[in-house]
């Protein structure tokens, strides 16, 4: 299948889960990441911030945990079409963007570009790690300028079960997918 019909379809089986089925499935999702990574106190984990109204999984619980814990967060901010990374703390204020996704006010750009994980949003990923997003390529830019030693992690409801057919020389394949019931690894010797 192509991306376009990937991104379709799992907006479309998003769209059909309850609330309900949203947080429980967030909060296994969760379960799972915390299990199999165990973060620590002094980690960095770059982490999307959930659009609500695309049923993406609750980050917010993931944020909590990493906050009460002394766990460094990052969140994406994008800025003259360029997604940064903007360090926040519990007391961090938040606007609403242009697409109606929560963003910290700030726009200092944290320069961290050794994360230990990086939770990343997507609506599709293959048995390779390929992922299908929204379709703007800011993980990708992103991915690219990071410490090859973090870890890329995407998170989704769905665990994969056919090939993305289209690709691209430019998109870089996440390290594994936590979904509510499996933790799959993409990188050999991760």
């Known amino acids: ?35 199999y990574f165990e973060p620590t106190v002094g980690h960095k984990v770059h982490i999307f911030i959930a659009l609500e109204k695309f049923n993406e999984i609750r980050t917010q619980i993931f944020i909590n ?25 519990s007391e961090t204020k938040f606007s609403i963007n242009k697409w109606g996704l929560s963003e910290p006010i700030s ?14 949003p997507l ?20 991915f690219e300028n990071i410490s090859k030693e973090s870890k890329k992690i995407g998170v989704n409801y769905f665990n994969p079960n056919l090939m993305i057919d ?13 979904t509510p019931t ?3 690894s993409f990188s050999k010797g991760l």
């Open 1 to 35: 299948m192509l991306k376009a019909e990937f991104r379709k379809l799992y907006l479309q089986k998003r769209k059909a889960l309850s609330n309900d089925e949203v947080f429980l499935l967030s909060e296994k999702i969760f379960e799972k990441f915390i299990d």
């Open 65 to 89: 945990y990493f906050l009460s814990r002394n766990i460094r967060v990052f969140v994406p901010k994008i800025i003259d079409a360029k997604m940064i990374s903007v360090e926040i703390f």
């Open 107 to 120: 726009n200092k750009n944290s320069e961290v570009l050794d994360f230990d994980f990086v939770i990343t």
């Open 123 to 142: 609506l599709y990923c293959d048995k390779n790690g390929n992922r299908v997003g929204y379709g703007k390529g800011f993980y990708d830019t992103f």
């Open 166 to 178: 289209d690709v691209w020389v430019k998109d870089i394949p996440l390290d594994y997918l936590v």
């Open 182 to 184: 499996d933790v799959l």
